[in-house]
């Protein structure tokens, strides 16, 4: 079954420079396993391709239950030489959580 991430998780954005830092934080913690073996920075870097142009790295904070992706060059030069609407990212959480997954059945 499909389901997009913010039927499952919310998100928070932040920058550095032209550097998007986005979590990915399940709704349920018993879901943190499941989003771990499926949003991957490969399949992110894919979701995020329009806006993304540099590497992506997933980090997993399983202490908290929560995934962190770092994607450079996402903000189109920063926020001190960007002409774009939202320099600092923070509508980007929303782009991740539109990203569909294949869930395994509950």
Same mark, same amino acid.
């Given at each position: ?10 998100? *928070? ?16 913690? *018993? ?5 771990? *073996? ?69």
């Amino acid at each position: 079954m499909k389901k997009k991430l913010y039927d499952l998780a919310h998100s *928070r954005a932040g920058d550095k420079g032209n550097t998007l830092i986005v979590s990915l934080i399940p709704y349920d913690e *018993r879901d943190y396993e499941m989003l771990c *073996r499926l949003v991957t920075a490969e399949k992110v870097k894919e979701h995020l391709k329009e806006i993304v142009t540099g590497e992506i790295v997933r980090y997993e904070l399983p202490g908290i239950s929560a995934l962190q992706f770092v994607c450079q060059r996402a903000l189109l030069g920063g926020v001190t030489t960007s002409l774009g609407m939202d320099t600092h990212g923070k509508s980007l959480s929303f782009a991740l959580l539109e990203m569909e997954i294949e869930i395994e059945n509950r």
